[in-house]
């Protein structure tokens, strides 16, 4: 069985940081795109990070600078450092990969930026 659970979210005020943990079982993040998305109460859901297939990572042009991914294949984890937080970084958060032609979500995991 495929699961993914994502870690690390929580309340955090602006200019802080957080980092997200994303636990794979059941599936390795090696050789395959990766990738953190964020959804925020009333839009639709947007890719912050990813990496490709090629081992490259490339952001959304609202987190660059800001965020990092990266992900420990011998942990088999998928990551999101987070910097510099701003209230419009307020969402879910989910991390997500592809195999065999299907799509893989994590619970994902409440990230609030707030004073």
Avoid: H
Wanted: a positive charge; glycine letters at 10%.
């Amino acid at each position: 069985q495929v699961q993914l659970v994502e870690s690390g979210g929580g309340l955090v005020q602006p200019g802080g940081s957080l980092r997200l943990s994303c636990a794979a079982s059941g599936i390795s993040f090696s050789y395959k795109f990766v990738a953190w998305y964020r959804q925020a109460p009333g839009k639709q859901r947007e890719l912050v990070a990813a990496i490709s297939i090629s081992g490259s990572p490339n952001y959304a042009d609202s987190v660059k600078g800001r965020f990092t991914i990266s992900r420990d294949t011998t942990k088999n984890t998928l990551n999101l450092q987070m910097n510099s937080l701003k209230p419009e970084d307020t969402a879910v958060y989910f991390c997500s990969t592809r195999w065999r032609g299907v799509d893989y979500w994590g619970q994902g995991t409440q990230v609030t930026v707030s004073a």
